[in-house]
């Protein structure tokens, strides 16, 4: 199995609030992982991006951050939400050399 | 310019028929792209990728223009279930996303 989970997975939370969303990664070893943001009507745009544990790269500077404590998890995190990061928020992985990426079921995020 | 532009349609076309649609693309060295579909509030699936001039699964066919700067999608024989928005996805060190086109199929 190549299962992507990912939870919560819609989450209605009030401007200021902390964030913190989980993906996890079934059935591979040392796994890319990625983190997108789909705003309503508009592509898909890259957040994070692990080739490993420890090891994440930003696309996109702003109030939130990423980390990958073990090999197949990725944690998506905020200290402070802002009403524009509401989103469909996006896990996925590829294979190292592949540029072929598999997406989770997504998290649905409203900042109110 | 955008780095991945589509038509955002919609197309609606009846069952049986054939719908196709372009996007293009502004970095000239891309070397890889893939088609994704997306059903409403649900994740992109990989639908076809594209390494050289064009692939074909089925009733889906991809092709690659280069020279211009476009891939386009086919689709014959056009199903219900292929109702659906198309993500066009070109590889630059990165994968970009365009903001999709929106196909759907009536009865």
């Known amino acids: 199995s190549q299962t992507i989970h990912q939870w919560p997975a819609t989450l209605v939370q009030p401007v200021g609030s902390p964030l913190s969303l989980e993906c996890t990664v079934e059935?591979?070893?040392?796994?890319?992982l990625y983190w997108y943001r789909q705003a309503a009507g508009r592509g898909l745009q890259l957040l994070f991006y692990?080739?490993?544990?420890?090891?994440i790269s930003s696309e996109v500077p702003q109030n939130l951050s990423a980390s990958r404590p073990q090999d197949r998890q990725f944690i998506l995190s905020s200290k402070k939400l802002l009403l524009s990061d509401s989103g469909f928020y996006l896990c996925a992985r590829s294979f190292a050399g592949s540029y072929e990426q598999y997406f989770g079921p997504g998290t649905r995020l409203t900042v109110t | 310019r955008k780095e991945v532009e589509q038509d955002p349609g919609p197309f609606n076309v009846p069952e049986g028929a054939t719908v196709a649609f372009n996007c293009t693309y502004s970095n000239s060295a891309s070397q890889s792209f893939f088609w994704y579909r997306q059903d409403c509030r649900k994740e992109p699936k990989l639908l076809m990728s594209?390494?050289?001039s064009g692939n074909e699964d089925g009733r889906f066919t991809a092709q690659l223009n280069r020279a211009s700067q476009y891939i386009s999608l086919l689709i014959r024989d056009s199903k219900l279930s292929d109702s659906a928005t198309y993500l066009c996805v070109v590889n630059d060190y990165k994968l970009s996303f365009g903001a999709g086109t929106t196909v759907t199929v009536r009865a």
């Open positions: 059935g591979t070893s040392n796994p890319n």
């Open positions: 594209v390494y050289s």
């Open positions: 692990s080739v490993g544990i420890g090891q």
